[in-house]
């Protein structure tokens, strides 16, 4: 509509001119998904944080037009007056939808429409020359559409992104397959990935409870099953073999309690957790408690007290379907934290054309386990999540970089795309406003 694209345009107007008076910027949001620390410099920031609206639905054309900072619960609310939802919506409401496209994300559609930025059709960004730059996947702008994903704010910031919809139903059939060996649990994904169903996920409780997730649109349930306070979702997989949810419901059944991680703050305990409420149970909450934990070193003085030596271990890891057997076992024996979130990426026609996310083109197994290893022992500062990495890259994978990493520049160049990245860099960032990847991501500047 008229009046919301001058709307829009001047809230990009605005953001322009900040960037023209600030040699070097950060950017000024209220949420963030990273979960690393960073060295506090002092840095002129980019406010994006208006940037947050919906700007169009267009369900039968199949696509949404919306503002980087639009958080995915508003973004899939506005779809699903329409009938749609996004192609890809990421497991946690405060993740925005240029965050998604910066970074990566996954959900349980992905083994049918890839990874988020494997959904998107196009999209405005503001680059280091100050420019507002329309990206195709054709055209004079070819490069950073596809080298965009991954960037993680350096290449520029998402103003507007069209992304992908897809019809929904009221309800989802959600089935709880369970199995006792790894072996006949992977031939079940790949078979499950390869037939009619809407949604593909798996959690792994231990070596020998290993549950598939295959859901699908139905139009009519017998109920609807509740997991938005006082019961668990991710109990229920070994509780139910057939269970169903409202649309919205699935689609945000791990945000209530952080997939499990909400033991972390208490708020698996009955009398605690109604002490929360239902509206303060969800990601957002325990991001904001986590980030004050991180302020306050709560956790890290107990556990010494304890005698623990702690290392944060918050991974998510993808592997060629192939060898994702290899890398359970070996997770099992040298990490160990349970229980482990399963998620299938599909072989999209488009898979292998992200040069800083490269991956083939073929199904992918992401594997994420989030909590903190404690041994008696004593090792050197980032020893499990160095073994993760080397493991990944053994065997042909690739691991996301929104929290701590190790690579060696070398290592990191090699496996996200650095040439790539610096002709990007030189092209679009020529006066480095923004902050490099591998100093970002590895030396958290």
């Not at 605005?14 to 070097?24: G, I």
């Amino acid at each position: 509509m008229p009046e919301e694209a001058a709307d829009h345009a001047a809230r990009v107007a605005r953001l322009q001119a900040q960037l023209v008076q600030a040699p070097e910027v950060r950017l000024a949001k209220r949420t963030s998904n990273l979960f690393r620390d960073r060295v506090k410099v002092r840095r002129p920031r980019l406010d994006v944080r208006d940037l947050d609206h919906v700007l169009a639905v267009d369900a039968d054309a199949g696509y949404v037009d919306a503002e980087g900072m639009v958080p995915y619960d508003a973004l899939t609310d506005a779809c699903l007056v329409r009938g749609v939802m996004p192609a890809v919506v990421p497991e946690l409401k405060s993740i925005t939808l240029g965050g998604a496209l910066a970074g990566v994300g996954i959900e349980a559609t992905s083994f049918r429409h890839g990874l988020v930025h494997e959904t998107v059709l196009e999209f405005d960004v503001l680059v280091g020359t100050g420019e507002v730059i329309t990206a195709h996947p054709d055209g004079a702008h070819a490069d950073l559409f596809y080298g965009f994903p991954n960037s993680y704010g350096t290449l520029g910031y998402a103003l507007r992104v069209r992304a992908r919809t897809i019809p929904v139903q009221p309800f989802v059939a959600v089935e709880h397959r369970r199995f006792n060996e790894a072996a006949r649990f992977f031939e079940a994904l790949a078979a499950a990935c390869a037939g009619d169903a809407d949604f593909v996920d798996a959690v792994v409780f231990d070596a020998g409870t290993l549950v598939l997730n295959v859901a699908r649109f139905v139009a009519q349930a017998p109920y609807a099953s509740d997991y938005t306070f006082e019961r668990m979702y991710w109990r229920s997989l070994l509780e139910r073999e057939l269970d169903y949810l409202t649309v919205r419901d699935y689609i945000w059944r791990w945000d209530t309690d952080w997939f499990w991680c909400s033991k972390n703050v208490g708020a698996q305990h009955p009398l605690l957790r109604r002490l929360f409420g239902r509206a303060r149970l969800n990601s957002r909450t325990y991001t904001k408690l986590m980030r004050l934990n991180s302020q306050l070193r709560l956790t890290p003085l107990l556990d010494r007290l304890r005698g623990w030596h702690r290392e944060s271990v918050i991974q998510d890891v993808d592997i060629p379907l192939p060898r994702a057997p290899e890398f359970l076992d070996w997770y099992l024996r040298e990490i160990g934290i349970l229980p482990l979130w399963l998620c299938p990426i599909g072989a999209t026609a488009c898979a292998d054309r992200f040069p800083l996310f490269p991956r083939q083109r073929a199904l992918y197994v992401n594997f994420g386990f989030w909590d903190v290893k404690r041994t008696r022992q004593a090792y050197p500062p980032g020893h499990f999540n160095r073994a993760i990495e080397r493991k990944v890259m053994e065997l042909g994978g690739i691991k996301s970089l929104y929290s701590d990493s190790y690579f060696s520049r070398v290592e990191f160049d090699a496996a996200y795309g650095g040439a790539a990245y610096a002709a990007l860099k030189a092209r679009y960032d020529p006066q480095q406003r923004f902050a490099d990847l591998y100093a970002k991501c590895v030396l958290r500047h």
